[in-house]
């Protein structure tokens, strides 16, 4: 089984999490059939946190994760928190594979999901 | 004349903000004639910062200012800082227009362009 994990801060203002799970919702109704599943997984602030997710898809069957960082530039949390949260899941689960996606602001379509924005 | 302005975090990282940089920069590409230019602003680590463009842009004959949070929730940064610098601003200058975007988070298009992302 091959899991999406949506990496995201989290917030202090809980709707703001909140509107991470009507992402997740969406995106998992346009997945398609490469994924068994998507959820959404919290560096600060909110829960589940990205070890909570991994060790509960690794305990059920899930043999692959793919990681995307929803963070919109490569900070701290891109370049250091998320690497050391999946090294610690491969540690304690080495048979396991865990592929990291560019975070989303690295997309060339950013660009033009701005322009098209700010031209409505 | 009408600005374009794109509100980030900012990170300790340089090479972060340099991205933004560089999103600015295809964004001024392709926004076509209903924006006579467009800056980055950070919120926190880097600079230039809200006000600092804001002073700029109605030092220099700017009318109108469109801003958008490059934020993918509505999370503190989105719901008190960014208003409250607006707000700072046209205090300073009542004359001018300054409008405010939904954050990019909030646009319907982010569930596609992650699903786009992970079945590359």
């Not at 899991?3 to 997740?24: F, M, P, T, Y």
């Not at 829960?47 to 692959?64: A, K, R």
């Not at 995307?68 to 949260?85: K, T, W």
Request: proline share 4%.
């Amino acid at each position: 089984m091959k899991k999406l994990l949506i990496a995201a801060h989290g917030s202090r203002i809980s709707s703001s999490n909140d509107e991470l799970q009507v992402l997740v919702e969406k995106v998992s109704d346009n997945l398609g059939v490469a994924f068994d599943g998507v959820e959404v997984a919290f560096l600060e602030f909110a829960s589940p946190s990205i070890e909570i997710v991994l060790v509960d898809f690794f305990n059920s069957q899930t043999t692959e994760v793919v990681v995307l960082p929803y963070f919109l530039s490569a900070g701290a949390h891109v370049m250091n928190d998320i690497p050391r949260e999946i090294q610690k899941a491969l540690d304690q689960w080495p048979d396991k594979k865990i592929t990291v996606l560019p975070h989303i602001g690295a997309l060339d379509t950013m660009a033009g999901v701005i322009v098209e924005a700010c031209n409505r």
